[in-house]
């Protein structure tokens, strides 16, 4: 059955199908039953028993839990919490989906858990503006412009793994300390876009609260040229927009960028497709995500930039692995990791 906020969200579908043609999901399948209208109607189909668990599982499994849907939704339906929440109940899971994440970043940061051990870097300045640092960059144990700058208390998982991966036990857990912190705090900043979407929507967060949430550009900064010794000086640099990036922040990107001297900033085209690698949704439909790539990889290519930035360390692995099918070697790095190495403050 369908508990009442789901159904009272799914009620407000007027069917126009605006989320159809965005959705990565039906480019690749061309398969309504993929798309939020399609779930949404199957998900009716549930609540009034015309179809069982096993008719619905299959397709809410499939869905990348993108976002696109629910950004293109003219009536407001939440789309990506239902389909991810339902997904959840449906196909829970007792491997986290931190151990998954684990063992993708091994290949690339076999020190993994050598820094589990180590303490995570803690800046000693005692604020309530705080740094929402996310899973990898602790991982990586990286040091960042922000650890630099800002307090950071050490917040749970954004808990959108855990909630994808259908561990609804961590979800609750890491949702009720990140909340915690985050109604004591005046500010919080997050260099992750995606971890920035996945507290945004919790549902327990007033409108005041989640207007304290932040993003790394938003802050007062003097960046305004590269460090002298930057490999990056007169190249050109683009940005990949991951799914769970606002439009707002996204502009705010592209002003920042196209503000630094000395590198010549460019627009990708499809600003909106997906990288393909949506967590570990790679893990388990790594045809569908392999078909996603490539469109994003001949993209990449074809823009001819030098450098490709995002905000988002799992769309970082993603474009990787792009650059990889499309033989197209370029470096591709963190915004955040720009800003600390290559930025002159
Ligand atoms: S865009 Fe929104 S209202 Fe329109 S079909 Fe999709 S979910 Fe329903
Ligand atoms: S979240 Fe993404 S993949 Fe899932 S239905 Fe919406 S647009 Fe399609």
Same mark, same amino acid.
């Given at each position: 059955?369908?508990?009442?906020?789901?159904?009272?969200?799914?009620?407000?579908?007027?069917?126009?199908?605006?989320?159809?043609?965005?959705?990565?999901?039906?480019?690749?399948?061309?398969?309504?039953?993929?798309?939020?209208?399609?779930?949404?109607?199957?998900?009716?189909?549930?609540?009034?028993?015309?179809?069982?668990?096993?008719? #619905?599982?299959?397709?809410?499994?499939?869905?990348?839990?993108?976002?696109?849907?629910?950004?293109?939704?003219?009536?407001?339906?939440?789309?990506?919490?239902?389909?991810?929440?339902?997904?959840?109940?449906?196909?829970?899971?007792?491997?986290?989906?931190? #151990?998954?994440?684990?063992?993708?970043?091994?290949?690339?940061? @076999?020190?993994?858990?050598?820094?589990? @051990?180590?303490?995570?870097?803690?800046?000693?300045?005692?604020?309530?503006?705080?740094? @929402?640092?996310?899973?990898?960059?602790?991982?990586?144990?990286?040091?960042?412009?922000?650890?630099?700058?800002?307090?950071?208390?050490?917040?749970?998982?954004?808990?959108?793994? &855990?909630?994808?991966?259908?561990?609804?036990?961590?979800?609750?857990?890491?949702?009720?300390?990140?909340?915690?912190?985050? $109604?004591?705090?005046?500010?919080?900043?997050f260099d992750?876009?995606?971890?920035?979407?996945? #507290?945004?929507?919790?549902?327990?967060?007033?409108?005041?609260?989640?207007?304290?949430?932040?993003?790394? !550009?938003?802050?007062?900064?003097n960046f305004?040229?590269?460090?002298?010794?930057?490999?990056?000086?007169? $190249?050109?640099?683009?940005?990949?927009?991951?799914?769970?990036?606002?439009?707002?922040?996204?502009?705010?990107?592209?002003?920042?960028?196209?503000?630094?001297d000395n590198?010549? &900033?460019?627009?990708?085209?499809?600003?909106?497709?997906?990288?393909?690698?949506?967590?570990?949704?790679?893990? &388990?439909?790594?045809?569908? *995500?392999?078909?996603?790539?490539?469109?994003? *990889?001949?993209?990449? $290519?074809?823009?001819? *930039?030098?450098? #490709?930035? !995002?905000?988002?360390?799992?769309?970082?692995?993603?474009?990787?692995?792009?650059?990889?099918?499309?033989?197209? &070697?370029?470096?591709?790095?963190?915004?955040?990791?720009?800003?600390?190495?290559?930025?002159?403050?």
């Open positions: 059955m369908l508990d009442k906020d789901i159904k009272k969200n799914i009620s407000k579908c007027a069917r126009c199908a605006l989320c159809v043609q965005n959705c990565p999901i039906y480019e690749i399948k061309k398969d309504e039953n993929n798309t939020a209208r399609g779930l949404i109607c199957k998900l009716l189909g549930y609540e009034k028993k015309h179809l069982s668990d096993n008719e #619905i599982k299959k397709d809410l499994k499939i869905c990348l839990n993108c976002s696109k849907c629910e950004t293109n939704c003219p009536s407001g339906v939440k789309t990506t919490s239902i389909f991810a929440y339902k997904n959840a109940i449906l196909n829970p899971s007792k491997i986290s989906q931190r #151990i998954l994440l684990a063992t993708k970043l091994l290949p690339i940061k @076999f020190l993994y858990f050598i820094n589990l @051990f180590k303490k995570t870097p803690k800046n000693s300045l005692n604020s309530n503006v705080l740094y @929402f640092k996310g899973c990898i960059a602790k991982a990586q144990h990286k040091k960042t412009y922000l650890d630099e700058i800002l307090y950071n208390p050490n917040f749970s998982c954004c808990a959108l793994p &855990y909630l994808t991966c259908g561990d609804l036990k961590n979800y609750n857990k890491a949702k009720k300390r990140n909340i915690e912190l985050i $109604k004591k705090a005046s500010m919080v900043v992750c876009v995606s971890c920035k979407s996945a #507290i945004e929507n919790y549902s327990e967060l007033t409108q005041e609260d989640k207007s304290k949430l932040v993003f790394i !550009t938003d802050l007062e900064n305004k040229s590269l460090k002298p010794n930057s490999k990056y000086k007169n $190249k050109t640099v683009t940005f990949h927009k991951p799914c769970h990036m606002s439009k707002n922040d996204f502009q705010k990107i592209e002003k920042f960028l196209s503000s630094i590198i010549k &900033y460019i627009s990708l085209e499809n600003i909106d497709s997906c990288c393909g690698f949506g967590g570990s949704y790679f893990i &388990y439909h790594p045809i569908i *995500a392999t078909k996603i790539a490539l469109k994003k *990889a001949f993209t990449i $290519k074809k823009s001819n *930039a030098d450098l #490709i930035l !995002t905000a988002c360390p799992s769309c970082t692995m993603g474009l990787r692995f792009n650059q990889l099918i499309s033989f197209n &070697y370029k470096k591709t790095l963190e915004l955040r990791d720009f800003i600390h190495n290559e930025l002159a403050k």
